[in-house]
């Protein structure tokens, strides 16, 4: 349908082309003809400009993705080597336990040890004041006790004949 029709005749761009500088430079009637023409003019004049912000705003918007998935894998990165932290502390945390464990085991069984040791002297030494005197080895009226120990040691003393011995062996073959 020929004729006029109302329309926004001209948007114009500003020097650097950035999309909030457009402004309307007149208004009126013009055919479909004329706003067709006026629109490729537009087009031809604005689309490297256009194509260039298109291409500038998406490397930003490139670079802002790009930046904050460096920032999450950062992020991430430092959780791990935090959480690796902990896990190295409680490592040595419990090897120091373990540690601690053993030596109060091994002191404890040293204790243990000496009570046994100190126990069996005193035994000696107590069984050793009940023996009698060791007879001499000319008396025809000695006779002689051997003991063979587990480790192959043999050990002797020698008793008077009439004497009567409630003694452990241990106590004079220690």
């Not at 204790?111 to 035994?123: F, I, P, T, V």
């Not at 004041?129 to 007879?135: A, F, N, V």
């Not at 009567?164 to 073959?173: E, N, Q, R």
Request: hydrophobic share 35%.
């Amino acid at each position: 349908m020929p004729g006029k029709i109302p329309c926004m005749t001209t948007l114009a761009a500003d020097s650097t082309c950035t999309f909030s500088c457009l402004s309307v430079i007149g208004t009126g009637l013009c055919d479909h003809e004329e706003l067709l023409s006026w629109l490729g003019d537009v087009l031809e004049r604005l689309g490297p400009q256009m194509v260039a912000l298109r291409a500038e705003h998406d490397e930003i918007v490139f670079n802002r993705e790009l930046r904050e998935q460096q920032e999450r894998e950062y992020a991430e990165a430092l959780e791990q080597d935090r959480l690796a932290e902990e896990a190295a502390e409680r490592q040595a945390q419990e090897e120091e336990q373990c540690r601690l464990r053993q030596e109060q085991e091994v002191a404890q069984q040293q204790a243990e040890m000496r009570q046994k040791e100190e126990l069996r002297e005193r035994r000696v030494s107590e069984a050793k004041t009940t023996l009698p005197d060791e007879p001499a080895t000319s008396d025809p009226n000695a006779i002689r006790v051997a003991v063979r120990c587990p480790d192959g040691k043999s050990m002797q003393r020698r008793f008077l004949k009439s004497e009567t011995v409630s003694v452990s062996p241990i106590a004079y073959l220690s």
